[in-house]
């Protein structure tokens, strides 16, 4: 049977059109759909831009159980704001936002922090590394607080913070003067303090005969004493390994740092612009840990006892299986955090002591006292915090004893309801530190004698202990005495090599950060318009090519009803690419002849940075040949041969200098060919400019 419906139709162009532009309504239909569903979906915030008299502080700090005591002191500080603002309705309702960091290290990882920083968006206080402060202040990163504090001084206020109330060491850590330019600020206000001692089992020690005329176990007071004890106490089972470890110079926390003060090393010069971690002693200094380590049977094997702690045993607290605790370290240098964090919870049956460090004997026949080193945290406000006054009222607020004590108040009863100790951490300042041992220590009936006595020793080495240099390459210089250290320890290089190496690399930095480059700034704009025209360019190309080119049926491209439909289809895909691609892709370009910190304009440095690459960084070769030699290695076994056996050419091969050659010629920054066609009209940093005399070009990796 014929069925009409079957019957082909054909359809005019009008009808074309109007089916089109029901398509084309349709989808602007379910696209407007779609937007309004996730704008409802999206979050709000808790509090409304329009909510009269609120100002919101945002809180950065690192994770930890003590957020719920701090939490406690927020809240208090908030309810006085509103209660404030009844009475005074010009003063704002504080409402603090907290947030944690979310690296383990915000110190060595401060990514977070720097990206908040250059966004304009970053907390309005922050609890950081102490040490850190000046490296990042030095950069722009944190305000000078210098007039808040002349402030709080004309005010007179209870609260008011104080220079002369906090340790000395402590308030220097804080306060950095530029070398060249003699600008002076203060950047920060200490909070926490800790200091090292020497922790001793009195157990071991008797076993061994270290007694006095009383029977009591005898601490070691020299360097010559404690490497004799580190022998004697250190215990092996029948293949060598460590079981009880008598003494080992890293494990704990003491560091090259306080062994050369101890020796009378410095790391930097007085002048702070020249690196001295290679002078004599703290070359000694090394040279005595890496003879330590030797007689008790190697770093590796000291390594490895300690590596070898916790292994398959991560279900419990970390204090339950300190090795101290568990008897199997007689002596070591420690921090004061132990006594809170370790001993007062988990060391009430262990017979122990604490001791002053023992020092070199030559330094004690000269006079000297026994030292300790500082360190700690405390509170800044970065330089784009959107609400500093804010910042700082809750800065004083968390400084003051009143804040301290419904802390601490907050976490005793915390600890308290789970049948753990409370034990204070040491206060910057130096009232506050002398009453939370009065209050929450020496009257405390639940602290025992030996938590006693080692906190107060701890607390009289606060005065005289020097902290780690104030400089703006605080992170490098830490990194590089501990890779200085791990290279002479483990005989990889000498002491006085080890160190040589290590002070190049601080040098350079601190160079580098005390004389930026003056090269011009970037033009960002111009870029940004050559991208556009590029885009542009590439737009009217492509048009132009699908028009031009016909089909066998002598149709061009742009009449083809596809072509339009194609586009769209792979609209998001090149509006991607140029967004999160090509963009970027430029940006990488042109930042690679750059000197940029994110805090900072980036500047023009030419070839500065190729240059350091391919001529004074030790690891770019290293990494290319090891490259080269894997890619080689799986050529070889592809064709037969043996990993190994393919011919390439090593380092001192003469085919390599000539090719070294070539590169490190054409990117020279004085009077290299790139650099000379580029014409950059920029000047490379100071740190970049070297001699090239003295066989500087036949240098190999």
């Avoid at 950069?139 to 906090?166: H, I, M, W």
């Avoid at 204090?319 to 101290?324: A, C, K, L, N, Y």
């Avoid at 800065?395 to 009863?413: D, K, V, Y």
Wanted: glycine share 8%; net charge neutral; charged share 20%.
């Amino acid at each position: 049977m014929f069925d009409v419906r079957r019957l082909p139709v054909r359809l005019g162009p009008s009808d074309v059109r109007s089916h089109h532009r029901m398509k084309a309504w349709k989808t602007v239909l379910v696209a407007g759909v779609l937007g309004f569903s996730l704008w409802l979906l999206s979050p709000g915030r808790a509090i409304r831009p329009n909510e009269s008299g609120v100002v919101e502080i945002s809180y950065l700090a690192q994770a930890g159980t003590e957020i719920a005591a701090l939490t406690d002191a927020f809240r208090i500080f908030e309810s006085e704001s509103r209660e404030a603002h009844r009475r005074n309705p010009a003063h704002p309702i504080y409402r603090i936002v907290t947030g944690q960091n979310a690296s383990a290290d915000q110190t060595a990882d401060p990514t977070r922090f720097l990206v908040s920083v250059a966004g304009g968006v970053p907390p309005d206080l922050i609890r950081f590394d102490r040490y850190a402060i000046t490296e990042w202040a030095a950069r722009g990163a944190f305000s000078k607080l210098d007039d808040f504090l002349a402030a709080d001084a004309q005010t007179g206020a209870a609260e008011a913070v104080r220079p002369e109330n906090f340790y000395k060491s402590c308030w220097d850590e804080v306060v950095y003067e530029n070398p060249v330019t003699a600008e002076r600020g203060t950047y920060a206000v200490p909070a926490d303090v800790d200091d090292r001692a020497l922790f001793y089992n009195k157990d071991l020690l008797k076993r061994v005969g270290y007694v006095d005329a009383k029977g009591e176990a005898r601490p070691p007071k020299t360097w010559e004493e404690l490497g004799e004890m580190a022998v004697k106490l250190t215990e092996r089972d029948s293949r060598g390994v460590i079981k009880i470890l008598g003494f080992a110079p890293n494990f704990g926390n003491a560091w090259l740092y306080l062994y050369s003060w101890m020796n009378g090393g410095e790391f930097l010069s007085a002048d702070r612009r020249f690196c001295t971690m290679n002078s004599p002693p703290v070359v000694s200094a090394l040279d005595w840990m890496t003879r330590l380590y030797d007689s008790i049977g190697g770093a590796e094997r000291a390594y490895a006892f300690q590596g070898g702690i916790q292994s398959g045993r991560l279900s419990v607290a970390p204090g339950e299986v300190d090795p101290f605790v568990q008897g199997r370290v007689a002596m070591k240098i420690d921090g004061y955090w132990i006594f809170p964090e370790v001993l007062a919870q988990f060391g009430r049956d262990l017979n122990y002591a604490v001791a002053l460090p023992p020092m070199p004997a030559a330094a004690l026949a000269a006079g000297r006292q026994p030292i300790s080193w500082v360190s700690g945290w405390c509170y800044a406000i970065p330089s784009t915090a959107q609400h500093k006054q804010a910042g700082w009222e809750l800065l004083r607020f968390l400084c003051s004893q009143r804040a301290i004590e419904i802390i601490g108040n907050s976490e005793r009863t915390r600890l308290e309801s789970i049948g753990r100790i409370y034990v204070p951490t040491q206060n910057s300042n130096r009232k506050i530190n002398e009453w939370l041992f009065s209050n929450y220590i020496a009257n405390n009936p639940l602290i025992q004698p030996k938590v006693r006595d080692g906190a107060k020793l701890l607390n009289d080495l606060l005065e005289r202990s020097p902290i780690r240099p104030v400089t703006p390459v605080g992170q490098l210089l830490f990194n590089e005495q501990k890779r200085a250290t791990e290279n002479a320890i483990f005989h990889k290089m000498s002491a006085q090599t080890a160190l040589n190496e290590s002070t190049k690399v601080v040098q350079r930095a601190l160079d580098r950060a005390l004389g930026p480059p003056r090269g011009p700034v970037v033009p960002w704009k111009y870029f940004l318009w050559l991208y556009a025209l590029l885009i542009i360019g590439a737009i009217i190309a492509v048009f132009w090519w699908d028009t031009h080119r016909r089909d066998s049926a002598g149709r061009t491209g742009y009449f083809r009803s596809q072509w339009w439909g194609g586009w769209i289809s792979a609209s998001p895909w090149i509006v991607g690419f140029l967004l999160f691609t090509g963009g970027p892709l430029l940006f990488s370009i042109v930042i690679s002849f750059c000197d940029y910190d994110i805090l900072n304009p980036a500047r023009l440095v030419g070839l500065a940075n190729y240059e350091w690459m391919l001529r004074r960084d030790p690891l770019f070769w290293k990494s290319i040949w090891k490259e080269h030699r894997v890619y080689g290695d799986r050529h070889s076994v592809r064709h037969g041969a043996k990993p190994g056996d393919g011919a390439t050419a090593e380092p001192g091969d003469p085919r390599y200098p000539d090719l070294a050659h070539v590169i490190l010629f054409a990117v020279d920054h004085a009077s290299g060919g790139i650099q000379y066609s580029l014409d950059l009209d920029s000047q490379s940093p100071d740190w970049a400019v070297e001699q090239s005399a003295g066989g500087d070009w036949d240098s190999r990796p």
